[in-house]
């Protein structure tokens, strides 16, 4: 009987206990936003030009002196951006999470992932630093600032 009931009490304890075994949980996504034309047009760009493998076209949306990060360093200009995305291409889809914009700065916070699928899982995250000449004129990105959603070892 006393082999039973330490038995039953040691399930117990376990279906009760926290999914310490089950290792982290995913954070759950946060919903889009819908983002004024001319900050939506920079995403879609984008995303069109890496789906296309259009280097030419990826290094255009961003500023003369725009960076992008590569590894452990940085690459600054579009033709060494134009250069670093010469084997880039693919599904990528991108969404809005937030933006601010004033005058002649802005910026768009958000997540990506690819495939056809609508929604596609969110595979990592992304800030666009923007800029645009006094006055007006379209958004360039002077920076994209992306990290991947994988867990690096601890």
Sequence with gaps: ?????????????????????????????????????????VLRDYERAWKAGDEAA???????????????????????????????GGGLQLRALAFAVQDTVGYIVGA??????????DRGKFVLALRRARGGGPWLIAADIDQSNRQQPQ
């Design 1 to 41: 009987m006393h082999r039973h009931f330490t038995l039953a009490l040691a399930l117990l304890t376990l279906a009760s206990a926290p999914g310490y075994a089950q290792g982290p949980t995913a954070p759950p996504s946060l919903p889009s936003i819908t983002l004024p034309a001319e900050l939506d047009r």
């Design 58 to 88: 990826l290094a255009a949306l961003f500023t003369e002196d725009g960076f992008v990060p590569t590894g452990q360093s940085w690459v600054r200009g579009r033709d060494a951006i134009r250069a670093t995305y010469q084997s880039s």
């Design 112 to 121: 990506y992932g690819y495939g056809d699928s609508v929604p596609v899982p």
